[in-house]
DNA sequence: GCCAACGTTGGC
DNA sequence: GCCAACGTTGGC
């Protein structure tokens, strides 16, 4: 089993959206590292932490459960779609998604700062590559990240 | 294959 | 809104 942490504006799909939601698709990724860790690595019952960006408290908001592995992402061929991309066809897949359900909301957010001062998380991936919107995490980290949120 | 120009992300 | 860091595109 591995963990991962995944980026998200909240305004668009935060926490909160997942916890009605239940279960959802994780999609609109469009970078290619982290495509391949979609496509690749994330496996059904991988433990996802939920990161809020761009907006008033950054930082790790909640968990979810990997509930499909990778298959592709049905935006790309739906030029309705933000996400849509003409070079994406059926038989040649661009971008995949994976499906993740609502695990726990935290009932404070892991601040950023708390994660740039917290000597265990110091190696985060997330503080390494900070474009990078699907990174692994490593279950000492997560550990350490359990010990420090508010339930 | 290099690299300049350009576009995007994301913290502040 | 600014801007640094980084990813992508496209000419050569």
Redesign the pocket.
């Given at each position: 089993m591995n963990y991962w942490l995944f980026?998200t504006?909240p305004d668009v799909f935060g926490i909160e959206h997942l916890r009605k939601d239940k279960v959802a698709p994780w999609d609109g990724v469009?970078?290619?590292?982290a495509r391949n860790f979609l496509r690749d690595d994330v496996k059904v019952g991988d433990e996802v932490l939920i990161y809020h960006?761009?907006c008033k408290i950054?930082g790790i908001a909640g968990i979810a459960t990997v509930t499909k592995a990778g298959y592709p992402d049905p935006a790309q061929f739906n030029p309705e779609s933000d996400y849509y991309d003409p070079k994406a066809t059926q038989d040649t897949p661009r971008w995949f998604c994976v499906d993740v359900a609502f695990k726990e909301q935290f009932s404070a957010v892991l601040p950023?700062?708390t994660i740039k001062t917290t000597e265990a998380l110091s190696e985060m991936v997330l503080l390494k590559?900070?474009?990078?919107?699907v990174s692994p995490v490593t279950k000492s980290e997560f550990q350490t990240i359990l010990k420090l949120i508010t339930r």
């Open positions: 980026k504006e469009r970078n290619y590292t960006s761009s950054t950023l700062k590559q900070s474009r990078l919107s």
